[in-house]
């Protein structure tokens, strides 16, 4: 069975950078990850994915440019680095995983969760 570790949030300062990982236990034969996010009050959504073998990936507009979510298949390790934090960007951060052929948006259709990691941006 997949399980997801994720670790590296933090507090930092506007302008700043964090990395974010996540290990995954079990490993995935197809399908992909994710980086979702959670800011109070609001519902969870999608931040960036990638298919796990073609490392094909998709980053909403918000954060094009700044953040890159990259996987290592020897470590079995999600990351997710964070340039340019801005105090937007503040929230619970969880990885995600999913075996579909297909990735989406929506987080019902992803199967495995981290227990997530708070990101606090200061201005």
């Known amino acids: 069975q997949v399980q997801l570790i994720e670790s590296g949030g933090g507090l930092v300062q506007a302008g700043d950078s964090l990395r974010l990982s996540c290990v995954v236990s079990?490993?995935?034969?197809?399908?992909?990850m994710a980086w979702f996010r959670q800011r109070p009050g609001k519902e969870r959504e999608l931040v960036t994915h990638i298919y796990w073998y073609s490392a094909s990936t998709y980053y909403i507009d918000d954060v094009k440019g700044r953040f890159t979510i990259s996987r290592d298949m020897g470590e079995n390790t999600l990351h997710l680095q964070m340039d340019n934090l801005k105090p937007e960007d503040t929230a619970k951060y969880y990885c995600?995983?999913?075996?579909?052929?297909?990735?989406?948006?929506?987080?019902?259709?992803?199967?495995?969760w981290g227990q997530g990691t708070q990101v606090t941006v200061s201005s």
């Open positions: 995600a995983a999913s075996s579909a052929r297909y990735l989406t948006r929506r987080p019902d259709d992803w199967t495995y």
């Open positions: 079990g490993r995935m034969s197809y399908g992909g």
